[in-house]
């Protein structure tokens, strides 16, 4: 049995992809791993191990003694939180990524999954539409580190036969886990204070338009891209990926269809300069055309579901 080690495995992707890679492969194939002494009651019914993606040591040993074939690489200091320590953010971001990246060169590891983000890209891109190759100058140190990564999952998949594939995810929606840290995570608060009756403060200005998705499409482009055969997997660094694209004032009206007592206020902070220099929409048919990519949820489906299934329980 081939065994998959999720890094990161606590956060808002890592929930939903070791239910869903458990649903796949099987419980015992899927190792989820993160830096909490214990997981949440959602993914108890596997293997969980408390593990720090800095502590190479211990990160390759765990890998080469319980003979891991792929790992999706999930631990990070996202966009809003990386700005508040640059430093950490650079080191967490960076150095777990060569350690898995040294693992695959040495053919301990099969198979890498790594995640980009919309955040390469900066104030010069071209914020409509954009496309698969383009000017990527970041002003984060979220998108840096980010850009670098995907410079070195290229460099590591020509020069040494790494097999590593990555999506630049857009702002991610999810009911399952709370958010981390994100620019984008307003689009997943606003569900929970407009299911409990509160009027939403938003830290994004109502015209800010940016790429979106439900957390079930990332999770099955996620899971299609690691399945697909290597050889129609023509991008090394990371691929585009397009969900919907929305502005707070889209979503809030989207809601009140639903809700017609909710309000939304807007208090822009210092994430409306991050929120400014991403893309308005993303031009994904290279992921179309490669792997057969193709979403499922419009912004109104995502709206139905996530206040269907929102536990306000989470936050209160």
């Keep these: 049995m081939e065994k998959i080690l999720i890094i990161g495995a606590g956060g808002q992707i890592g929930t939903e992809l070791v239910l869903a890679l458990r649903k796949l492969k099987g419980n015992d ?47 990070a200091l996202l966009s809003a939180t990386a700005e508040n320590n640059p430093a950490f953010a650079w080191k967490l971001n960076m150095e777990g ?31 409509d539409n954009t496309p698969q190759v383009t000017v990527m100058e970041p002003t984060t140190v979220y998108g840096i580190s980010k850009l670098a990564g995907e410079r070195w999952c290229e460099y590591y998949a020509k020069q040494y036969n790494v097999d590593v594939r990555s999506i630049r995810y857009p702002g991610l929606i999810s009911y399952t886990s709370l958010p981390g840290g994100g620019t984008t995570d307003y689009a997943v608060d606003i569900f929970y204070q407009a299911k409990m009756g509160n009027e939403f403060s938003c830290f994004l200005k109502e015209d ?12 099955r482009a996620t899971i299609e891209l690691m399945e697909a ?32 007592s909710f309000k939304i206020s807007y208090f822009p902070d210092f994430r409306q300069k991050i929120a400014d220099s991403w893309p308005n929409s993303i031009n994904d048919d290279s992921a179309r055309k ?21 536990d306000v329980a989470l936050i209160e």
Aim: a negative charge.
């Design 29 to 75: 194939a899927v190792i989820a791993a993160d830096i909490k002494e214990d997981c949440s009651d959602l993914i108890k019914d596997g293997p969980y191990i408390k593990m720090d993606v800095l502590d190479r040591e211990f990160v390759r040993n765990f890998i080469i003694e319980n003979k891991i074939s792929e790992v999706y690489l999930l631990a």
């Design 208 to 219: 800010t338009m940016l790429p979106m998705m439900y957390m079930e499409d990332a999770i």
């Design 290 to 310: 490669d792997w057969g990519w193709s979403e499922k949820y419009t912004t109104e489906e995502l709206v139905k579901v996530m206040l269907k299934y929102v």
């Design 97 to 127: 990524l060569f350690t898995i990246l040294d693992l695959a060169k040495e053919k301990h590891l099969k198979k890498v999954f790594w995640p980009s983000s919309i955040a390469v890209f900066g104030p010069t891109t071209p914020a």
């Design 229 to 260: 055969e290597e050889s129609l997997i023509k991008i090394k660094s990371s691929y585009n990926l397009s969900g919907s694209s929305f502005t707070p004032k889209e979503l809030a009206q989207s809601i009140q269809k639903e809700i017609p």
